[in-house]
């Protein structure tokens, strides 16, 4: 089943959301297997992400590849991100 992943960083700018991306890439990590969707949105300094996701299992499994990367380049979380199941998905 499909879920919704929305993360609320504290203290993410654009700068450090290209580091880790660029650390994935060249880590051959993104994009993940099971990514369906990807937004970053919000002002800098107060960047948000939210993801749909195939499986719960996925979203996990990319969860401990991302997180050293995060910790090492200072992201730092407000909390662990909310997941909820989608009851439907729909596309133009």
Request: aromatic share 8%.
């Amino acid at each position: 089943m499909s879920i919704v992943v929305r993360y609320q960083p504290t203290n993410l700018t654009r700068q450090l959301y290209d580091d880790v991306k660029q650390r994935m890439e060249n880590a051959g990590g993104w994009p993940p297997d099971g990514l369906e969707m990807h937004v970053l949105f919000g002002s800098d300094g107060n960047l948000r992400v939210s993801e749909i996701w195939d499986s719960e299992e996925e979203f996990r499994a990319f969860g401990e590849r991302i997180r050293p990367v995060l910790d090492e380049l200072g992201v730092q979380m407000s909390g662990e991100p909310e997941v909820f199941e989608v009851h439907e998905l729909e596309k133009r």
